[in-house]
C-alpha cells in the first residue's frame, strides 16, 4: 500500500487567513485526491490532481478557494484560501496504490479549526 | 437519490457476533466496491474491496456485492470491540478514473 503524509497534521486559524496542506506519498503517483470531511459526515471529493495539467474540481469547489499544486508525482498541496468558520473540516489526501490503481489510501488527515 | 447510501445507525452488536453492513448505489455502471473502516480522528483504512458479484473472504471479513441489486454488503465474523468504528462504504463508476464516491457511513459499537 502507498504510505502517504501530510502537514500540518492540524491547526487552528483565524477567519480571512489561508492555510497549505501538504501532501507526501512514498512511491511515484499519477493522480492524488483531496477529500474535505466535515463533522460527523462522510467524504466529499474537492478535487483530483494530476502531474502536470491542472486540477479537476468537483461540483461546488472552486480554484479561488482551493487552489492545488501538483509539482511532480509524489507531492501535491492544497490551499485553504480566505477561510470562513465553515470551512472548518478534515481535509484528506489520498493516493492510489502504485501496484494496484484501483485502491485508494489515505493520509493521516490536517484537522483544520477556523475562529 | 443519494449515489451511495448506508444506515447511519450505530448498529450494536454483542461481542462475538456478525455485525452486518450494508450499502446500496444508485449507478449500474459502477464497477469496484470498498470498504473502509474509519476509527473516531483517524482516516479511512481500506479493509476489503470487491469486483465481483458474490463473496470475498478476508480473515473475518467479508464482502458481499449482488451487482443485480445494486447491493453491497460487509460482514464481520466474531466482532471484537476493537471493530468499533464507522465503516464506510465506496463505489467507482466504470468511467470515472479512480474517483471514489462514499456513502455516509455506519457507526458499529461492539459491546463486550
Known amino acids: 500500500s502507498a504510505v502517504i503524509s501530510q502537514k500540518p497534521s492540524r491547526d487552528i486559524c483565524q477567519r480571512g487567513t489561508s492555510l497549505t496542506i501538504q501532501c507526501q506519498v512514498d512511491s511515484q503517483v499519477t493522480m492524488m485526491f483531496w477529500y474535505r470531511q466535515q463533522p460527523g459526515q462522510s467524504l466529499t471529493l474537492i478535487a483530483t490532481a494530476n502531474q502536470g495539467s491542472e486540477a479537476t474540481y468537483e461540483s461546488g469547489f472552486v480554484i479561488d478557494k482551493f487552489p492545488i499544486s501538483r509539482p511532480n508525482l509524489t507531492f501535491s498541496t492544497l490551499t485553504v484560501s480566505n477561510m470562513s468558520p465553515e470551512d472548518s473540516s478534515i481535509y484528506l489526501c489520498?493516493?492510489?496504490?502504485?501496484?494496484?490503481?484501483?485502491?485508494?489510501?489515505f493520509g493521516p488527515g490536517t484537522r483544520l479549526t477556523v475562529l | 437519490q443519494k449515489e451511495v447510501e448506508q444506515n447511519s445507525g450505530p448498529l450494536s452488536v454483542p461481542e462475538g457476533a456478525i455485525a452486518s453492513l450494508n450499502c446500496t448505489y444508485s449507478d449500474r455502471g459502477s464497477q469496484s466496491f470498498f470498504w473502509y473502516r474509519q476509527y473516531s480522528g483517524k482516516s479511512p483504512e481500506l479493509i476489503m474491496f470487491i469486483y465481483s458479484n458474490g463473496d470475498k473472504e478476508d480473515g473475518r471479513f467479508t464482502a458481499q456485492l449482488n451487482k443485480a441489486s445494486q447491493y453491497v454488503s460487509l460482514l464481520i465474523r466474531d466482532s471484537q470491540p476493537s471493530d468499533s468504528a464507522t465503516y464506510l462504504c465506496?463505489?467507482?463508476?466504470?468511467?470515472?478514473?479512480?474517483?471514489?464516491?462514499f456513502g455516509g457511513g455506519t457507526r458499529l459499537m461492539v459491546k463486550p
Open positions: 465506496a463505489v467507482r463508476v466504470g468511467n470515472a478514473g479512480n474517483m471514489l464516491t
Open positions: 489520498s493516493a492510489p496504490d502504485p501496484f494496484s490503481t484501483d485502491t485508494q489510501y
